[in-house]
């Protein structure tokens, strides 16, 4: 439960309200995360919250959105700073088990934080995979993240579509819901793996669309969200019906998420 010291080396700025921090440890390191895994950042003195992995390797990276107290804090800390680590925690998506298969990676706003590491992952192995499908939603131009690496994926290999609620003058991409761009998506979809990141509505719609489209619900992944405090499965904060998501989650299978998205507030 103790925090591991990692000193910020690193800060960019991704949007007027997100900020992504490197990270390195001051002594020993926390074992390497799985692509959709998330640790505890502990801002000291302050809090800690749940924050996903958004680059595994060479170095580690997380990409903070300030919406209150701790997540303010993180998005504060300046190069040169240290602040906690547990973790890494929960399940991934599992990128490794769909060597082979065509990947939908779907992300709205923040989520697309929790993929980055699987997109990166499959784009350093690409012969492993089919085609590679990125299809990203933000509510205007300036709130995509990741912006300037877009180029570099599609030079590696991957479709990314981008689209936006409203668009900015100069804007050429597409216009509306990331839901509209699930079957532009240049996948067998019926050997596709498809993971989905965002708020629930999104998550819930896309899948939707996606198995519509011929994927096979179980390997349609989505990754939940619920406020945390152990990280491990002890508290039972983070419960939602049978699963304690920081355990048995946050990734899980679209499959047995569908129940627990459709009961609203649950
Ligand atoms: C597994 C997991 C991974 C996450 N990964 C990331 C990530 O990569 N980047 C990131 O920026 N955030 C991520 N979050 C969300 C992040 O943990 C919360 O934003 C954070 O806990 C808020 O804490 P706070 O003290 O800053 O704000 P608080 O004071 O706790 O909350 C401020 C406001 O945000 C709302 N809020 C708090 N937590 C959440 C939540 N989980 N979802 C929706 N609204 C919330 C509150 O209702 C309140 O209105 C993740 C959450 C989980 C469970």
């Known amino acids: 439960m103790a925090p591991v010291p990692y000193r910020v080396v690193a800060k960019r700025a991704e949007t007027a309200e997100t900020v ?9 390191a926390i074992p390497e995360p799985e692509p959709g895994q998330f640790t505890m950042m502990y801002a000291f003195g302050i809090g800690e919250v749940p ?7 060479p170095v580690l990276e997380q990409t903070i959105r300030a919406v209150g107290a701790v ?4 998005c504060r800390a300046e190069a040169g700073q240290v602040i906690g680590l547990r973790g890494p925690f929960g399940t991934g998506w599992g990128v490794d088990e769909a060597r082979g298969r065509d990947l939908v990676l779907a992300a709205g706003g923040i989520g697309l934080a929790p993929l980055r590491p699987a997109i990166l992952r499959a784009l350093a192995r690409r012969d492993d995979y089919g085609r590679v499908a990125v299809l990203i939603g933000a509510r205007t131009p300036g709130d995509l993240l990741f912006e300037d690496e877009l180029e570099t994926w599609r030079a590696r290999g991957a479709q990314v579509e981008v689209t936006v609620d409203r668009p900015a003058p100069g804007w050429t991409g597409h ?9 532009s998506a240049d996948v067998d979809p019926s050997r596709a793996a498809a993971y989905v990141c965002g ?17 096979h619900p179980g390997r349609i992944r989505v990754s939940l969200e619920r406020s945390m405090r152990c990280g491990i499965g002890w508290c039972g904060h983070c419960q939602l019906g049978p699963l304690l998501i920081c355990r048995d989650g946050p990734v899980v299978p679209y499959e047995s998420a569908v129940p627990l ?6």
């Open 261 to 266: 998205m459709a009961v609203k507030e649950l």
């Open 51 to 57: 924050i996903s992995v958004s680059r595994t390797r």
């Open 20 to 28: 992504t921090l490197t990270l390195a440890p001051v002594g020993a």
């Open 199 to 215: 708020p629930e509505i999104m998550m819930r719609l896309t899948a939707q669309a996606l198995a519509g489209l011929g994927t």
């Open 175 to 183: 216009v509306g819901l990331i839901t509209a761009l699930a079957g």
């Open 71 to 74: 997540t303010g804090a993180l």
